[in-house]
């Protein structure tokens, strides 16, 4: 594997390991620096299991200042799922350590064309207020669940009901107010850019 180190007379602050525990995501206790290699956070990632993922490799290229790894889709394949928090030795959280990396590669534009295909789940946000299930996504989950998904959506305002819960829809006033909020924050505009993604690789 090519690793790419630091430049001669660079400042240790700025390589990337700093960079991640300098970032707001990053736990205060986060142990990045104390890792020592051991594998025990592959030993029970289900990631690592079923793909080519593994949290060991992407600790050892963080510390060794290897740029490369925001262009890699593995970064990918994790599952958030905190089983190497939970067993690591030095506190250290691979989780969070991909959360990070990827919204580096986000930035970079190397992330964009991974999360490309969620962006309907921003439409939803963007013209409805409410994060729902874009209905592009309804046929998978249909394969997935079978006739439990069907029947779901089919009586979503009965089982709603009976649950005494509210009409999904906000009221203008609150759509209305989210909207300004996603304007405000720059979530509309980060949208954007993301969306033309798909034209370049089209």
């Given at each position: 594997?090519?690793?790419?180190?630091?430049e001669?007379?660079g400042?240790?602050?700025?390589?990337?390991?700093?960079?991640?525990?300098?970032?707001?995501k990053?736990?205060?206790?986060l142990?990045?620096?104390?890792c020592?290699?051991?594998?025990?956070?592959?030993s029970?990632?289900?990631?690592?299991?079923?793909?080519?993922?593994?949290?060991?490799?992407?600790?050892?290229?963080?510390?060794?200042?290897?740029?490369?790894?925001?262009?890699?889709?593995?970064?990918?394949?994790?599952?958030?799922?905190?089983?190497?928090?939970?067993?690591?030795?030095?506190?250290?959280s691979?989780?969070e350590?991909?959360?990070?990396?990827?919204?580096?590669?986000?930035?970079k534009?190397?992330?964009?064309?991974q999360?490309?295909?969620?962006?309907?789940?921003?439409?939803?946000y963007i013209d409805?207020?409410?994060?729902i299930?874009?209905?592009?996504?309804?046929?998978q989950?249909?394969?997935?669940?079978?006739?439990h998904?069907?029947?779901?959506?089919?009586?979503?305002?009965?089982?709603?009901?009976?649950?005494?819960?509210?009409?999904?829809?906000?009221?203008?006033?609150?759509?209305?107010?989210?909207?300004?909020?996603?304007?405000?924050?720059?979530?509309?505009?980060?949208?954007?850019?993301?969306?033309?993604?798909?034209d370049?690789?089209?």
């Amino acid at each position: 594997m090519q690793v790419k180190r630091r430049e001669m007379g660079g400042s240790k602050q700025d390589d990337l390991a700093h960079r991640i525990l300098r970032d707001i995501k990053a736990s205060s206790d986060l142990g990045l620096l104390r890792c020592v290699q051991c594998g025990m956070c592959a030993s029970t990632c289900p990631a690592a299991r079923h793909s080519d993922y593994d949290p060991r490799v992407v600790i050892k290229r963080v510390l060794d200042d290897d740029e490369t790894i925001l262009e890699d889709d593995d970064i990918w394949n994790c599952f958030y799922c905190y089983n190497c928090h939970s067993i690591c030795p030095v506190g250290n959280s691979v989780c969070e350590v991909n959360q990070i990396l990827r919204q580096m590669a986000i930035d970079k534009d190397t992330g964009k064309k991974q999360i490309e295909s969620f962006m309907s789940f921003a439409d939803s946000y963007i013209d409805e207020g409410l994060g729902i299930i874009p209905k592009e996504y309804h046929g998978q989950l249909h394969k997935d669940y079978g006739k439990h998904w069907g029947n779901l959506q089919e009586n979503l305002e009965e089982v709603r009901e009976s649950l005494e819960l509210e009409d999904m829809h906000l009221y203008p006033e609150a759509k209305d107010e989210v909207g300004k909020t996603l304007e405000a924050i720059g979530f509309k505009k980060k949208v954007e850019e993301i969306k033309k993604v798909r034209d370049n690789y089209e």
